[in-house]
């Protein structure tokens, strides 16, 4: 798989896990929850909506997603 991620910069290792998840996901597998934890502005929900619009459905339409940030609740 060529890499899903190209407007992406940096977080080398991360890129490699959501592709693996999105390789075995092509294939039928589950995808695994994730928690992204880190400082503000290392990119979490930018890496996180680009995952998501990657996720494709049985159907072969891009699914809908429900994102917590859980910045926001206070």
């Known amino acids: 798989m060529k890499n899903p991620?190209?407007?992406l910069i940096g977080q080398a290792?991360?890129?490699?896990r959501l592709s693996f998840a999105l390789q075995a996901h092509e294939v039928g597998k589950m995808i695994p929850h994730y928690l992204?934890?880190?400082?503000?502005?290392c990119g979490k929900t930018l890496f996180i909506r680009e995952f998501c619009?990657?996720?494709k459905g049985?159907?072969?339409?891009?699914?809908k997603f429900i994102?917590?940030?859980s910045s926001t609740i206070k």
């Open 13 to 16: 290792s991360l890129k490699n």
């Open 53 to 55: 619009k990657k996720v």
């Open 36 to 41: 992204f934890v880190g400082a503000f502005g």
């Open 67 to 69: 994102e917590v940030n």
């Open 58 to 63: 049985g159907d072969g339409k891009i699914r």
């Open 5 to 7: 991620f190209p407007n």
